[in-house]
């Protein structure tokens, strides 16, 4: 009997002691961005979640990557899944103004989640800025920018104000653009120029009567080497050309949370950034749809080649049923270095398609990685490409389009490619097949068809995806392919929707079956793909700084 008894007492400790080892994985979601005044201080709320099963842990919250003059302190210190803590990060006078990549880790006894945020430090002083408003209804002669007396047109703000500092809000309905939006002025470093939404309120700038027929005169707005501007949850459309254009030498830019859409009607795209000299410009959480040009075949959702400088970042976009590609990085700009993007956490989807999702004519890809007009001595790339979203396009999902040739190296990590190739054309999930780019490296990314994988066999890495051998894809690894909900509202901070689409079941073998190549992970190893197993934040953060 005190046998059978030590037996029970043996059974029920292995099963407390497994129940114990059992813990949950956790992600961490807030704000993109924190903006702070030199000697000042800001906060944001960060929210820790439990992912999946198991026991929840306390997890320990530090901050990395403060600038010199900064500090962070979080309320509470710690806190067991689901919680919440405030990170307030305070500025000496002195601090250095500038934009910085910090990152939230929480910390558990077993295992850890990371959050990148930008802290965008501004110069204290400096002289006088102001705020100003237009509105559908305002008038340039007798307003005074005011709110109660707001102008009529982002023009007049232009010639009257738009210093460094400044800020115009846009009250929400329909502005009936004349004239496309000419800006050339320059905010500074620390004291941008801001143009955006009133507070819960959608400024509509309607292109139809634009005059212009060209990429020249036919946009709705038009940066011409035009730098530290911040262009922010606008919608425009209808314009002859592009929605948004940033041409020349304009730097430092940021386009964030915009609809752009049904934009090109005489030709051009949604968004559209080139030039040579064209550098440090964030092109963040915007949507991009039904851009179509009279051919059908030209409109891009994002048009994003011809770019010679360095530091551009396009990251947390979709783009959707444009009558070309959902992307584009060809350069345009013959004879010259196209220079590297960093291109992440996009989703791409139903390109070369309309809204019967028949073909339109164009390329039809998701993301169209280069490309050069024959002979003109012109490269693309090299490009960092990681954890974007492509499917159901009418070509390719990812396309490094170097049949002309002068397609510079690709560094390709966690992106995830699900039933491309539908106008059944021969296309692929991944296509890379033209001449070998050493320095080339392919890590992570999982496929799964219609649409397979083309790669080089001289790429200089290509390993760990699920093309290799290592694993077999199929659509039983993932939660759900349901993707009714893509085109659904943002998060409040403008990122992605939350979605269990294409994210990996409990038992996937492509879970842990990556290798690490800098991006925050759960487990014993990355996954393949771009969700990490028991995230459901749509992006996986960056530990670099990138912008």
């Known amino acids: 009997m005190l046998k059978r008894y030590a037996i029970h007492l043996n059974v029920l400790l292995a099963v407390f002691l497994l129940g114990a080892a059992a813990h949950a994985a956790i992600s961490l979601s807030g704000p993109s961005s924190l903006t702070v005044t030199q000697g000042q201080q800001v906060s944001g709320a960060i929210q820790l979640a439990k992912q999946g099963k198991g026991k929840p842990e306390t997890a320990t919250f530090s901050v990395s990557g403060l600038p010199a003059g900064a500090s962070g302190k979080f309320s509470p210190a710690s ?32 295992t850890a989640a990371f959050l990148g945020i930008s802290l965008i430090v501004n110069q204290s002083g400096g002289g006088q800025v ?33 210093s460094p500092g400044d800020t115009l809000y846009l009250r929400g309905g329909t502005y009936d653009l004349t004239a ?28 139809t009567n634009v005059p212009g027929t060209t990429l020249d005169n036919g946009n709705a707005i038009y940066l011409d080497s035009a730098s530290w501007w911040h262009i922010k949850g606008l919608e425009v459309k209808n314009a002859p050309a592009d929605g948004i254009m940033v041409r020349n030498t304009s730097t430092n830019n940021i ?18 950034v080139m030039g040579v000299g064209a550098a440090n410009n964030l092109v963040l959480n915007n949507d ?61 989807w139903e390109n070369g398609l309309d809204d019967n999702l028949d073909p339109t004519g164009g ?34 999902g990812f396309d490094q389009n170097g049949g002309q040739g002068g397609t510079a190296q690709m560094t390709v990590y966690n992106n995830t490619a699900w039933s491309n190739n539908v106008g ?65 509202a943002r998060q409040g901070d403008g990122s992605l929707p939350v979605l269990t689409f294409l994210h990996l079941v409990e038992g996937s073998d492509l879970i842990d079956a990556g290798v690490d190549v800098g991006l925050s992970y759960t487990g014993a190893a990355p996954d393949m793909g771009a969700h990490e197993y028991g995230a459901l934040s749509p992006t996986r953060r960056s530990a670099f700084r990138i912008f």
């Open 424 to 488: 059944n054309i021969g296309a692929n999930g991944f296509q890379f097949n033209y001449a070998a780019t050493p320095g080339s490296i392919f890590r992570n990314n999982a496929n799964l068809s219609p649409g397979a994988v083309a790669i080089h066999a001289g790429a200089s890495v290509n390993e760990y995806n699920s093309w290799n051998g290592v694993v077999t894809l199929t659509l039983a690894d993932f939660v759900s392919s349901d993707f009714s909900g893509a085109t659904g």
């Open 288 to 348: 991009a749809h039904h851009n179509v040009d009279p051919s059908a075949g030209g409109a891009d959702g994002f048009a994003l080649g011809g770019v010679s400088g360095a530091g551009n970042v396009v990251r947390g976009n979709r783009a959707w049923r444009n009558s070309d590609d959902g992307f584009d990085f060809f350069n345009s700009n013959d004879g010259t270095t196209g220079a590297a993007w960093i291109i992440e956490n996009n989703w791409s």
């Open 79 to 110: 806190c067991k899944a689901t919680c919440s803590t405030t990170l307030t990060v305070s500025t000496q006078p002195t601090i250095t103004v500038g934009t910085y990549q910090i990152t939230v880790r929480a910390q558990t006894p077993t």
């Open 363 to 396: 390329n039809g890809n998701g993301i169209k990685l280069g490309g050069i007009r024959t002979a003109t001595g012109g490269t693309s790339g090299p490009h960092i490409v990681r954890n974007n979203l492509v499917w159901r396009n009418y070509a390719h």
């Open 130 to 162: 102001g705020t100003y408003y237009i509105a559908p209804t305002g008038n340039d002669t007798t307003g005074d920018g005011t709110i109660d007396l707001p102008w009529a047109t982002i023009g007049k703000f232009h010639t009257s104000a738009a």
């Open 255 to 272: 386009i964030e949370m915009n609809n752009v859409h049904n934009n090109g009607t005489v030709g051009g795209s949604g968004i559209r």
């Open 180 to 207: 496309m939006v000419y800006i050339t002025k320059d905010g500074t470093e620390g004291n941008p120029i801001t143009i955006q939404n009133y507070t819960g309120e959608t400024p509509i700038l309607d292109g």
